[in-house]
């Protein structure tokens, strides 16, 4: 029995959703499992010195937004840049939390439906009626959502998840790791399949 | 007749040695050629605030270091990560200028020769006579290359040369543009493949 694939995301980060559309059928075509694990790029960046693509050098902005666009016409992905960017995610990281320790059989479904609302539907996924809505629309209720999102334990696990990324090598994401082997960007893509096909390369 | 792809690049960069492999093969087959512009990375940063990866982030700098090597071995290509790195580049830049200018046909050569010495034989290339060596082993003597060399208006030219990278959005290398539409990456090279073959996607 091999360990899970461990696939730490941003909800607002571009290349994370790219990436998140692609890496649960890569693994299960070779056997494995995904760990879908959200994390502050807020924190890593703050830890890290770095900042938002879109917030370095103007070319570089320029040049990511174009980036982004293009690689998702490149995997075939609908993408439409969001006009609130980049955005707070902690209540959709902490929902997705909790959805894994209580109804794990939702996580994944409520991350393509955060990814999604963002990069596609162009909502703005920091309001918590959004982040609510979209539960909802997989059976949990509001009330539940809220009363999550209030446990100091959930806080608390959301913080403990970005020290365990940047403990991990973290500085940026989509980050995979494979068995110990690390993967920054949706980019690495066919290099993640060859290494799931060979063990190594 | 289409105008050539611009391939930008510093003779420092392992993923500007990587793209520099195939760029030409690969634009050949779709009856295009390829313009080598050397340029110097260190200009590039100075303006843009960046730094090369192995001095960012430990963690950045640690996961580049076995990318470099890793994305070597995924493209079939031999890497051995220089002892000095970065180094200093504008010996071999300018010559590449001059070569483009004087002796065309040997600027490839000395291009894949350059990247070589440093990405496979762990060559000094800020060295003046690995230089000048280099150029010696395609019949261009020592004297040519050092009066060459001497020349303000060599030097000139590589300052513009970097203007005109900054002027065209280049903030890192390999930095290839296509008709107006740029790459960033050796990673890009699956995105430029197809954007040969269809013309935009």
């Known amino acids: 029995m091999t360990a899970p694939i461990d696939f730490w995301f941003d909800y607002s980060s571009p290349y994370s959703y790219l990436l998140s559309e692609r890496i649960d059928?890569?693994?299960?075509?070779?056997?494995?499992?995904?760990r879908w694990r959200p994390i502050l790029l807020g924190i890593v960046f703050r830890e890290t010195?770095?900042?938002?693509?879109t917030q370095q050098?103007?070319?570089k902005a320029a040049y990511s937004r174009?980036?982004?666009?293009?690689?998702?016409r490149f995997l075939g992905l609908p993408y439409r840049h969001p006009d609130a960017f980049p955005v707070a995610t902690q209540y959709a990281a902490r929902v997705?939390?909790?959805?894994?320790?209580?109804?794990p059989a939702?996580?994944?479904?409520?991350?393509?439906?955060?990814?999604r609302a963002l990069f596609v539907d162009n909502r703005d996924i920091s309001d918590l009626e959004v982040v609510t809505g979209l539960a909802g629309d997989l059976g949990v209720d509001r009330e539940t959502v809220e009363a999550a999102l209030r446990d100091p334990a959930l806080k608390e696990e959301l913080r403990t998840a970005c020290s365990s990324a940047l403990a991990a090598g973290v500085f940026g994401a989509p980050y995979v790791v494979i068995d110990g082997e690390p993967f920054f960007g949706a980019d690495r893509l066919p290099q993640i399949e060859r290494w799931l096909?060979?063990?190594?390369?």
């Open 49 to 53: 010195g770095s900042a938002p693509l």
């Open 106 to 115: 939702l996580t994944r479904p409520f991350g393509h439906a955060c990814f």
């Open 96 to 103: 997705t939390l909790w959805l894994a320790a209580n109804r």
């Open 197 to 201: 096909a060979e063990g190594s390369f």
């Open 57 to 59: 050098f103007p070319a």
């Open 66 to 72: 174009r980036d982004f666009a293009r690689s998702a």
């Open 25 to 34: 059928e890569l693994a299960a075509q070779h056997g494995r499992t995904v």
